[in-house]
């Protein structure tokens, strides 16, 4: 028993000693020894989370894109590894161009861990570029109630996001769009956008008194020349 104990602790000092070289060597580049080092960590520590890790960036540093997406693909199967793995398929997806399949592994991490920063930053972004308002707006309130936002600026981005809908609706649906601009203009009072949005829709109905207070509000706050035109357009001559 004395032995089996000893022989034991003696594989588990040689595995991360193992890790320590290998992530030293693909620190500096050398693949060969990364690849030894490998090799060692897999048979002394074959359910260390780390192998698994120094497995991907050995295959990284190879240029094996197939086996850095296996690797990965099989740490997300293992709660110990699953953000990692995420984290790692994202990066490789992005790298290739693959936006769609990124999103989907920063949206995953982020159901995982909300406050994970680099999952929802990621997911936000990627949210946006594709026009996806509602669930990056679900992932700015995430972002407030982790605390990875503060409420000042988590309050801004949500206007923003609010405006962006109003206006890709105000042409079909005015209703709508005064909602959704009323609400951003609330949030931040200073964004210009969301005060033209809702005075234009205002005007069109013929509520002309609240369109201008609208308009003066912000103005006060962010005197803009496009508030100056509306205004100056909001009755017939």
């Known amino acids: 028993a004395a ?26 580049g050398d693949r060969s020894q990364a690849q030894r080092y ?13 192998t698994a890790l120094l497995k991907a960036q050995a295959a990284q540093l190879k240029g094996d894109r197939a086996a850095v997406k ?51 930053s990621a997911a936000l972004q990627l949210q946006s570029a594709s026009k996806d308002w509602p669930a990056a707006a679900a992932t700015l309130a995430q972002q407030a109630k982790s605390g990875l936002l503060p409420a000042g600026e988590a309050n801004r981005k949500q206007a923003a996001m609010l405006v962006a ?17 009323s609400r951003a203009h609330k949030l931040d009072p200073a964004l210009v956008p969301a005060a033209l ?31 100056a035109e509306v205004l100056a357009h909001s009755k017939p001559d």
């Open 197 to 227: 949005v809702a005075a234009r829709t205002m005007i069109a109905d013929g509520s002309h008194r609240k369109a201008l207070k609208i308009l003066r509000d912000t103005w006060s706050r962010s005197p803009h020349p496009d508030i």
């Open 165 to 181: 809908q109003a206006l890709a609706v105000e042409d079909q649906n005015r209703a709508r769009a005064l909602e959704l601009a």
């Open 70 to 120: 296996r690797i990965f693909e099989a740490m997300t199967k293992s709660p110990n590894t699953e953000a990692l793995g995420l984290r790692g398929l994202f990066a490789d997806a992005r790298q290739a161009g693959d936006i769609a399949a990124a999103k989907v592994h920063a949206e995953r991490a982020l159901k995982l861990n909300p406050r994970l920063t680099w999952a929802s």
């Open 3 to 28: 032995m089996a104990a000893y022989m034991q602790e003696r594989r588990r000092r040689q595995g991360f000693d193992a890790l320590t070289r290998g992530l030293l060597a693909i620190g500096v």
């Open 38 to 50: 490998v090799s060692v960590a897999r048979r002394n520590l074959p359910n260390e989370p780390l």
